[in-house]
């Protein structure tokens, strides 16, 4: 096993989906010498089982697939001949005490050692499983997570389902409604938990709406039956502290349970290395260049913190991959981006580094839904940046863009009343 | 009546007044989303993707797209159609897979040609 530690980068990307993609082609543009690591057979992450439109609105105008849309980056990267490893898995990674980072992959062509001066972490995003809502019964065959189910349709061509039931109305699961019934599957219905959709409004529209398949707010599954094979489910409407209201309960027979509950960002190599995570987005803290609390370690896309669009994830990975080339140690100078915990879920990046003076965007979501709201970023008190909002929700993100000098004192997002 | 514009992430929630070509659209936060009322109102239609089969092992799936908008009353004759085909060659981002398909081309939408078969 040849373990010599010989090739050395200015950044080590992990992960190839949009995000690393993204930061790949940034730094590289930038000069910086780049080695992209991914575990998959592929690059383009997930996109490459999104095969439905709507991607790249905001960055290309266009209605793209969301293959279409990985082909614009991929086409990039590989005109840039950017180096990159797949079928790789990182093993380990220091900090040296010289500055830098010391990987060990494990790839197909066996254990490779690798150094490099920065890290940009964009491992994407996991899907919450059935374990991880607590439903009761057997262990059957047939419950699958939404991103499973669409691999085994879109990449693999295989139908994991003649009818079914669909847990959660996260944007995924809407899709996979809609994609299972062209398919030619029976989706028996969509069950939420929430008095609301979890997904976009145009996604209830055309994935439901379109093939009538009904939506049960204030539900959700209680129960799965079989041995070996999923053979049913039971259903049951919630009261308002979600739990379960007596009498309510109803059978489906149906051989699959598609789970679509969420998302968490992955974070597993930066708690590895120290980096401190935020627990409201389950991602690194940042500041406005997106890097971590460990110098020369960034974080972007879906692992910062979870994204609507792929647009977003892109253009932070795009800003990581530029921020990690040019990235130089100093000293650090942050301040903490304040925020009431009551008004909003969060607020991405929780640090402004004064040494880079600038525009600074906020990506943040509101806490609860609310109508005719102004949301405004002050700096050292005053109203750098405000919008009125017609509507607010915990499910869509929004941001706001603002300069800031490196004098700053304090900058703060607030919710005010229109 | 309602609706809900599904042109971009927005979704603006249309209120509509009226019917055929005299119709009044509030609600939307731009001009896409009238378009969308009256054709939705008077002739629906949706981008079709989904994937057709090909000979290759290491690509079973091709994704693929209407390059235009067909009628939502054809979407599922469009997927009996679909399960017909099958890919032969391996194909670039853009390319036909068919020519005549509802009023229409069906196109691949990812590249056959990068996947990374030697490990």
Known sequence: ?418 | MEMVCIVCPNGCLLDIEGSGDDIKVKGALCPKGIEFAKTELQDPRRALTTTVATVFGDMPRLPVRTADEIPKADLLDAMKKIKTLTVKERLHEGDSVCEDFFGTRLIATADMTRQNINL
């Open chain 1, 1 to 418: 096993m040849d373990n010599k530690l010989i090739n050395e980068y200015d950044l080590v990307v992990l992960g190839g989906g949009p995000a690393g993609l993204a930061a790949a082609v940034a730094a590289k543009e930038n000069g910086a010498r780049v080695m992209l690591i991914e575990r998959e057979e592929n690059l383009g992450g997930i996109l490459k089982q999104c095969i439905h439109d709507g991607f790249g609105l905001v960055l290309f105008k266009e209605r793209l697939t969301g293959t279409q849309y990985a082909e614009r980056f991929l086409k990039k990267f590989y005109d840039l001949g950017i180096e990159h490893m797949t079928n790789a898995f990182l093993n380990s990674v220091q900090r040296l005490p010289e500055g830098g980072f010391e990987f060990v992959i494990q790839s197909a062509k066996g254990m490779v050692g690798l150094k490099s001066k920065t890290l940009v972490l964009a491992c994407g995003c996991r899907e919450r499983s059935a374990r991880q809502v607590f439903i009761h019964g057997e262990r059957p065959a047939g419950v699958f997570t939404a991103g499973t189910a669409q691999y085994l349709v879109n990449i693999m061509g295989q139908m994991p389902t003649k009818k079914c039931v669909i847990l959660g109305s996260g944007d995924i699961g809407l899709i996979m409604a809609r994609r299972l019934s062209l398919e030619g599957a029976q989706v028996e219905g969509v069950y939420e938990i929430q008095k609301s959709p979890a997904g976009l409004a145009r996604n209830v529209s055309q994935c439901l709406d379109d093939f009538d398949i009904p939506l049960h707010l204030n539900s959700t599954v209680s129960k799965v039956f079989g041995q070996k094979r999923l053979e049913g489910v039971e259903v049951c409407k919630v009261d308002e502290n979600y739990k379960p209201i007596k009498g309510s309960e109803r059978f489906i027979e149906c051989d699959a349970l598609i789970v679509s509950v969420g998302l968490l960002p992955e974070n597993e190599v930066a708690q590895s290395l120290g980096v401190e995570i935020d627990p409201a987005t389950k991602g690194p803290y940042v500041d406005q260049e997106l890097m971590t609390d460990i110098p020369g370690v960034f974080a972007c896309g879906n692992a910062l913190h979870v994204n609507d669009l792929v647009d977003y994830v892109s253009q932070s990975g795009h800003l990581a991959g530029q921020a990690a080339a040019r990235y130089a140690s100093g000293d650090e100078n942050r301040i903490k981006v304040e925020y009431n915990s009551e008004d909003f879920l969060y607020v991405v990046p929780q640090y402004f580094d004064k040494n880079k003076e600038g525009e600074i965007t906020l990506y943040w979501r509101s806490k609860a839904d609310h109508r005719g709201k102004k949301v405004a970023i002050e700096v050292d008190g005053r109203a750098e940046k405000s919008k009125k909002y017609m509507r607010l929700l915990p499910s869509e993100m929004q941001s706001l863009t603002c300069t800031v000098k490196a004098d700053v004192g304090q900058i703060s997002l607030k919710m005010l009343d229109g």
